[in-house]
């Protein structure tokens, strides 16, 4: 292989193939990102075996091959390098030259035959969605997705994907959030996407300018086509759970409230909270106040916001992390939270929209 | 005690002593910060008993007093808080309330009594420098500091103090850095202060205006006055390397070089020398060329730059790293290096500037 392409372009390429590489991998050949010619492009390639990120940038080829290279050797010599012309030369052995400039590197590759394929994933029924839209759906999902391992079908995002439009849903067994957005497709599906898969998603998406994302599905696999980057997943095997059954459609109070200030007390409560075990922080509402108070051995505090109420006076004890989490994703000025009695879960809704709906259930105060 | 003062004012005070805090200590009281008012400002008070940070801001004092407080909640509390004016009022058994619009704290404090005294440092003889100009002969020495504790008087910058100018010198066994000034004052002294110092005054020289710092020595502490700010320190005991009789004045090469270009290239070379064990890059210096080569396991580099050479040819291996560290805080677009023999030091001097020397022991090359 033989090939000149642009500096900043190949190490913008290799930096979004990168989040595929995991550093902890036991196989050498995962340490490596696959560089391979097609037509006048290079491709480049990462994978864990979980997730693999294709790249593809144009280059003047001189001589067709392949080569796997050291992702973080290749990564640190690209970004060092001037902002020129950049040759790569595969010579006997798998021998790879790097010229530019005055700069002549001479690394020892692996063949490319060793590197894995990534799965086949049929292009041939897309389901399209504009990127930031798919980005936003992201951010206020996958924060609420479970962390231990002990359902694993709860570390996903599901993802619903009907006629008129597409639902996203993480919950952990403390809360739940759900996005929802009108997109018109063909297709209907579901499937249960990592959230590790959709962080990297989250992040390779801010790189790009703003398009559309088509997605595939197998059974097995989920594919992602951005304009230069394609991204392949494997999905969650099992049963999501029959979430619409958990949120309550009716409430008892009604608090309308400033999203920030709401966040700026909670964050403040908790620094005390959090210091203690549980992060309980309290809420008395009561006609237009929410007094919000948390206590620990080293002091408490006690913040009082404006709100409207419409309903019953109640007092409620919360994780502030689980309404911390929340608040800071939601883009409404305003927010209403509806509750039912003290033991039952508090529904967070933004003012301006009704695509978004996140539970949290409470912990019981001793009091 | 009881007070009211400014929100902006408190967290920057906070954050300025907190740097005098450690995270590590096993006595609860230095994990605190002493509140103490003086007239109609508010002291507050941080050390860890080898340097003890003061600053001073404005508040209306309603009543005299002080108290100690955890470092860590007060300064989570004060950032979190709107910027807004804060009331802070000690009442029986050290409790102390913080109130800021809707907040209220009631933190447990400790007694001022327990907080230790910082050493008395008389201000009766002040050497006066340029707060900007401290600033950059610290950038310029203080990482030349030996970081292991075999000799401990290494771990620190002898500044030598004389009626024409300051010097101040750092070195570690394989590295010096020299800085002198022109200063004008009437006092004489040598003293050695320890790395850490000051690093920390370092970053507080950054948050205030360009001022005027006065320092006082004792026998055993030194003492910086800045607008707002006193930072004592103690010294490190011994005599420091006569470091004069180091420096060789005479050289047989004499290369000019642009410093950027000799960083760039130089970082990269060590990109690969990095991954052997020291970091070895040669530099081999020919009419008006220098290639810098390093070869490790996992392959090779070859840079070439352009160069002004006066005098003989040479071959030399350094340790990447203490040349990469020289060329970062060098100012100047260009610099010298001489050479005499390619087992003994390189100096680096800036083109345009006699005031910095920086030497670097060789590596030898087994070839």
Chains 1, 2 share one sequence.
């Not at 290799?14 to 990102?33: F, M």
């Not at 010229?99 to 394929?117: I, Y």
């Not at 994933?121 to 930031?132: G, T």
């Not at 992201?138 to 391992?149: G, M, R």
């Amino acid at each position: 292989m033989k090939l000149i392409c642009q500096k900043k372009t190949l190490a913008q390429s290799i930096s979004t193939v990168q989040k595929a590489v995991s550093s902890k991998t036991n196989l050498p050949i995962l340490k490596g990102l696959l560089l391979e010619s097609v037509g006048q492009q290079l491709k480049l390639v990462g994978t864990d075996l979980e997730i693999g990120i294709e790249s593809y940038i144009d280059a003047e080829i001189l001589e067709e091959g392949s080569i796997v290279l050291s992702s973080r050797i290749l990564g640190d010599i690209i970004r060092k390098l001037p902002d020129e012309d950049i040759e790569i030369e595969v010579t006997e052995n798998n021998k790879t030259t790097i010229r530019c400039k005055n700069s002549e590197f001479t690394l020892v590759g692996q063949p490319a035959e060793e590197f894995p394929d990534l799965p086949i994933v049929e292009e041939d029924n897309a389901y399209i969605i504009a990127q930031d839209l798919l980005k936003n759906m992201i951010k206020q999902t996958v924060f609420a997705t479970a962390i231990d391992e002990t359902r694993p079908i709860l570390m996903g995002v599901l993802i619903e994907l009907k006629e008129q439009g597409i639902h996203m849903v993480a919950l952990d067994g403390y809360r739940l959030a759900l996005r929802e957005a009108k997109v018109r497709n063909e297709m209907e599906n579901k499937a249960v996407i990592p959230a590790k898969t959709l962080n990297e998603i989250n992040r390779i998406l801010t790189e790009e300018e703003n398009h559309e994302v088509k997605m595939f599905f197998t059974d097995k696999h989920v594919l992602f086509c951005m304009k230069n980057t394609r991204i392949i997943s494997r999905l969650l095997d099992g049963e999501f759970i029959n979430y619409k059954q958990i949120i309550p459609t009716e409430y008892k109070s009604r608090v309308k409230v400033n999203t920030k200030d709401l966040l700026d007390s909670i964050e403040r409560a908790s620094l005390l909270a959090k210091e203690g075990k549980n992060n309980l922080v309290k809420l008395s509402i009561k006609d237009d106040e929410m007094i919000i108070t948390s206590t620990s051995e080293i002091g408490n505090v006690l913040e009082s916001i404006q709100i409207d109420l419409e309903g019953e006076d109640i007092d409620i004890g919360f994780n502030s992390k689980y309404f911390i989490d929340a608040l800071k994703i939601i883009d409404s000025e305003d927010i209403y939270l509806k509750f039912t009695t003290s033991v039952s879960p508090c529904i967070i809704k933004p003012e301006d929209n009704d695509n978004y709906t996140y539970l949290i259930l409470p912990v019981r105060i001793v009091s």
